[in-house]
């Protein structure tokens, strides 16, 4: 059996606010492998980010095991864990948050700078980044010149800067209309084509099928997975099959 990329034993997380604790994630399992496109769903609140945020040292845990790539994130200090997030997690979020004053290439390569590859290595990799991503002819841009969906493709191209194990994505089409959506989940289908495991956060059925594993999450823990064979679906196809999946829970 193959190694897990990220192994979760027994997770749990407690938020304490006046006196009050409220456990927001509880005796949660979950192995991602490598290559993996994996999904995570469940309703607003039911602790998505927070697992996110902990997965990549972002957020300490209460409780449990967090493993990735043979790195104990629950044991690490902080100045370990900047280093593990600088090398081997990507992140995109909701929002691009690009740096305002610099250009689309200046973005993407501060981010591969912070990192430990050479200089050479991290320009030929944004070049590479930049033609993946389809913005080439955008790489003297300042974001303020870029559409939404543009800005958002910086921001994954910027991820990925440091050629990350594993990229994390938290609704990153949550502000974006259908159509761009499209094209950053054809990009981010295209990433794993050529290997990159991802892992996902949405609530919106589209952009969840273009998982393999999608995972439902519930009162602290993950409570159900559905998987998809890309082999034998178009994700149009999976559509249906999630949607009555989704329904089963009430959703
Ligand atoms: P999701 O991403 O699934 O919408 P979150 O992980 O953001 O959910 O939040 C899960 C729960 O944890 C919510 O009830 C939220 O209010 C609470 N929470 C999140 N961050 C904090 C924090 N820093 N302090 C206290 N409570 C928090
Ligand atoms: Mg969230």
Not at 46 to 62: C, N, P, Q, V
Not at 136 to 147: I, N
Not at 164 to 191: H, R, Y
């Amino acid at each position: 059996m193959q190694k897990a990329m990220i192994e979760v034993n027994n997770l749990s997380k407690v938020y304490h606010s006046s006196g009050v604790g409220n456990t927001v994630i509880s005796n949660l399992n979950l192995r991602i492998y490598q290559g993996q496109f994996v999904v995570i769903m469940g309703s607003s609140g039911s602790g998505k980010s927070t697992l996110m945020y902990m997965l990549s040292g972002l957020d300490k845990a209460s409780g449990g095991e967090i493993w990735l790539h043979d790195q104990p994130i629950h044991q690490k200090k902080e100045k370990e864990l900047a280093l593990l997030r600088r090398d081997h997690v990507g992140f995109v979020f909701q929002d691009a948050n690009l740096i305002p004053n610099l250009t689309v290439l200046e973005n993407i390569l501060v981010a591969g700078y912070l990192g430990a590859g050479s200089k050479e290595e991290i320009r030929r990799r944004a070049e590479e980044l930049l033609q993946q991503t389809g913005l080439q002819e955008y790489s003297h841009r300042l974001p303020a010149q870029l559409s939404g969906g543009q800005q958002q493709r910086v921001a994954i191209a910027r991820a990925l800067a440091n050629a990350p194990q594993v990229l994390m994505a938290d609704e990153p089409t949550g502000n974006l209309n259908s159509a761009t959506s499209k094209k950053i989940l054809d990009l981010l289908t295209a990433f794993h084509q050529m290997g990159q495991t991802i892992l996902l956060v949405t609530h919106d059925i589209r952009s969840a099928c273009r998982g393999q594993r999608i995972l439902y999450f519930q009162d602290g823990g993950i409570v159900d997975e559905l998987t998809f064979d890309h082999e034998k679906s178009t994700a149009e196809e999976r559509e249906k099959p999630l949607t009555d999946w989704l329904l089963e829970k009430a959703w």
